[in-house]
């Protein structure tokens, strides 16, 4: 199937805005470019409606979009509390495999 011209940083800001109308506990949404995949978009969402997970790393969730489609691309969401969010920003809780928040956008 012939590839389609996919803009990584407006579908990413498509979801964001999508989970903000969904879900009233997001508070932030950060696109984090850096080491993705060209068809793969990487969000992370502070969230203060969850429960804190301290004694796991994080683990982003994996959302495969239209597998088999030309407009196939993979969605990660990691959700964290906002005192995790705060810990990632202070170097104390690490982000998941090569994730960086270098480059990240606010959304």
């Known amino acids: 199937m012939p590839a389609t011209q996919f803009d990584a940083q407006s579908t990413a800001r498509w979801y964001a805005e999508e989970h903000r109308k969904t879900d009233p506990g997001v508070v932030a949404v950060y696109y ?10 990487r969000l992370l969402e502070v969230n203060n409606l ?11 969730i994996d959302f495969g979009i239209d597998r088999g489609m030309d407009t196939e691309h993979t969605l990660f969401i990691l959700d964290v509390t906002p005192d995790q969010w ?15 928040l270098d480059g990240k956008v606010s959304l």
């Open 32 to 41: 984090l470019p850096k080491n993705a995949g060209e068809r793969e978009i």
């Open 86 to 100: 705060q810990r990632i920003q202070a170097g104390q809780l690490p982000l998941p495999g090569n994730w960086s």
């Open 50 to 60: 969850i429960g804190e997970r301290n004694d796991r790393a994080l683990e982003p």
